[in-house]
């Protein structure tokens, strides 16, 4: 192959964007697109990064996600692009806004089923290019293509007010709004609310120092290591012009 064509060669990011990966195009093979948003800010000098409190949920294949920090983040609609998606999801589940999101990376998941959830194998590359003996449709397996996107937040609204307020009266102590569903309904922050047959699914708005998140080797205790990871990895080229 010359170096011309190798250099034609679409790159498995562009194959994900556009929907050209083999395995996206498998109709037997469910897919579920979702997005998370690394979301700063600068408080006292310092970059902080935004995350949200999961309640603990029950899933409907019987497993159970445990309670903990995350990346605000969720399921991409059929009417809006991922872009869209991250903007809507920060929103829904801390009350603040987000703009200009810019997308960084993906993970592309194929999910074998097995007692008690799920083995995952990652796919960075089109169908065609696997082997025909390495993948072999079952009953069960899905698919899940996550979008990874960092922002700035613009430092405005009632939110952030309530963070003011907080920096004022108790310097030092951690960044963290807890929400009761009634004070989750006055901040407008969706996810936070309960409706009939919705229980709660965020209970607490934080902003961590963005350095205690990267620079530690011991995961910080209560947080997703999968978040955790997904943004280092999305903040890797930022933090190597530091």
Known sequence: MSNHNRNLRVSPEELHLTGQCALLAQEDLPLFVSVFTVARVDVNCEQHVLMVHNAEECRPDGTTKPAGWGLPGGGVRPDETPAEAAIREVLYESGLHVVNPNWERYEHNV????????????????????????????????????????????????????????????????????????????????????????????????????ADLIDSKVPPEGFYRSHLARMRRALEKYMATV
Request: include cysteine; glycine fraction near 8%; charged fraction near 25%.
């Open 111 to 210: 999910l074998t089923p097995h007692p008690g959830g799920f083995n995952y194998k990652r796919c960075h590359l089109a169908l065609r290019e696997i082997a025909d003996d390495e993948f072999v449709l079952e009953s069960g397996m899905r698919q899940t293509l996550v979008h990874i996107f960092t922002a700035d937040m613009p430092w405005e609204g009632q939110v952030a007010e309530m963070f003011n307020l907080r920096l004022a009266l108790i310097p030092g102590e951690p960044l963290v709004l807890d929400l009761s569903p009634e004070m989750g309904e006055s901040l407008g922050i969706r996810e936070a609310s309960e409706e009939p047959g919705k229980p709660q699914e965020i209970n607490a708005v934080g902003l961590f120092p963005l």
